[in-house]
T-cell receptor, first 115, second 116 residues
Framework: DTGVSQDPRHKITKRGQNVTFRCDPI?????LYWYRQTLGQGPEFLTY????????KSRLLSDRFSAERPKGSFSTLEIQRTEQGDSAMYLC?????????????FGPGTRLTVL | AQKITQTQPGMFVQEKEAVTLDCTYD???????LFWYKQPSSGEMIFLIY??????QNATEGRYSLNFQKARKSANLVISASQLGDSAMYFC?????????????FGTGTRLTIIP
């Protein structure tokens, strides 16, 4: 079990550029989540997938944000026309949906800096 | 109202002492789950312990235990025999309801520093 991985770990971009992050969940997990964490705050939910289906999106996920999980395995989160307010840590988590616990296990995160 | 409240922004504890990190929650749903995560400076959120609202006993995982007081809506994390490696941010989180509401709502965290 290799855990959740995210790529890249750090991204510095200029305002207005597009960025894409990748998340690979734990292999048998069917649920995948994206969260955003700004300095001094806890993570905030953005969206989640069950297999390939995107089942919930937060109001935080503006039209500039899009997430996909095309084959029910890895997921990508794209931010178009980045703004300085998008600077944050983007965390991915995965879980195995079953009755009871359904614990979410997190990856190391992608730290985005928009200049 | 905040769904998860962590009132201790920072705590300093002597090595080998026990420490309690406070967490109160707010929900009207009878079914919910409470989680504690540790976030070292590297950034990764590490799952520590889980308590379901219907669990009769307090959860324990090694040196971690959860002091669950349902009537007071509190879910404090107790770390016994603290170690230098316990220095990190600690987040309490809640998932409300059964399947269909999967997101976690986090508190603002407590920064724990273990003093040698």
């Amino acid at each position: 079990d290799t855990g959740v991985s995210q790529d890249p770990r750090h991204k510095i971009t200029k305002r207005g550029q597009n960025v894409t992050f990748r998340c690979d969940p734990i292999s048998e997990h069917n649920r995948l989540y994206w969260y955003r964490q700004t300095l001094g705050q806890g993570p905030e939910f953005l969206t989640y997938f069950q297999n390939e289906a995107q089942l919930e999106k937060s109001r935080l996920l503006s039209d500039r944000f899009s997430a996909e999980r095309p084959k029910g395995s890895f997921s990508t989160l794209e931010i178009q026309r980045t703004e300085q307010g998008d600077s944050a840590m983007y965390l991915c988590a995965s879980s195995l949906a079953r009755a009871g616990e359904d614990t979410q296990y997190f990856g190391p995160g992608t730290r985005l800096t928009v200049l | 109202a905040q769904k998860i409240t962590q009132t201790q922004p920072g705590m300093f504890v002597q090595e080998k002492e026990a420490v309690t990190l406070d967490c109160t929650y707010d929900t009207s749903d009878p079914s919910y789950g409470l989680f504690w995560y540790k976030q070292p400076s590297s950034g990764e959120m590490i799952f520590l312990i889980y308590q379901g609202s219907y669990d009769q006993q307090n959860a324990t995982e090694g040196r971690y235990s959860l002091n669950f007081q349902k009537a007071r809506k509190s879910a404090n994390l107790v770390i016994s025999a603290s170690q230098l490696g316990d220095s990190a941010m600690y987040f309490c989180a809640m998932r409300e309801g059964n399947f269909g509401n999967e997101k976690l709502t986090f508190g603002t965290g407590t920064r724990l520093t273990i003093i040698p």
